[in-house]
């Protein structure tokens, strides 16, 4: 089983969800959607190695407002780990 590591930045409200090596990462493409902006970043092979999701979660729900409200500064991306 692969091992996964989830990357979110409240600021930015982006995830990004690494399956491979991000020492690995080559390129990246934005995914063709109109309603996305979504980046798929791929390893030397083409290989999608991650993908970063852009706007997780709609403005009522932005976290980077929500702590500002409440003082809280957050520049580092949270990891989220099992």
Same mark, same amino acid.
């Given at each position: 089983?692969?091992?996964?590591?989830?990357?979110?930045?409240?600021?930015?409200?982006?995830?990004?969800?690494?399956?491979? #090596?991000? @020492?690995?990462?080559?390129? +990246?493409? =934005?995914?063709?959607?109109?309603?996305?902006?979504?980046?798929? *970043?791929? #390893?030397? @092979?083409?290989?999608?190695? +991650?993908? =970063?999701?852009?706007?997780?979660?709609?403005?009522?729900?932005? *976290?980077? #407002?929500?702590?500002?409200?409440?003082?809280?500064?957050?520049?580092?991306?949270?990891?989220?780990?099992?």
């Amino acid at each position: 089983m692969a091992n996964v590591k989830i990357l979110f930045d409240p600021i930015a409200n982006t995830m990004n969800i690494w399956w491979g #090596d991000p @020492q690995n990462a080559y390129s +990246s493409v =934005e995914v063709d959607d109109p309603k996305r902006n979504d980046v798929i *970043v791929m #390893d030397k @092979q083409g290989k999608p190695i +991650s993908i =970063e999701l852009i706007g997780v979660f709609p403005k009522e729900l932005n *976290v980077s #407002d929500i702590t500002h409200a409440f003082g809280v500064k957050k520049t580092e991306p949270f990891l989220l780990t099992n």
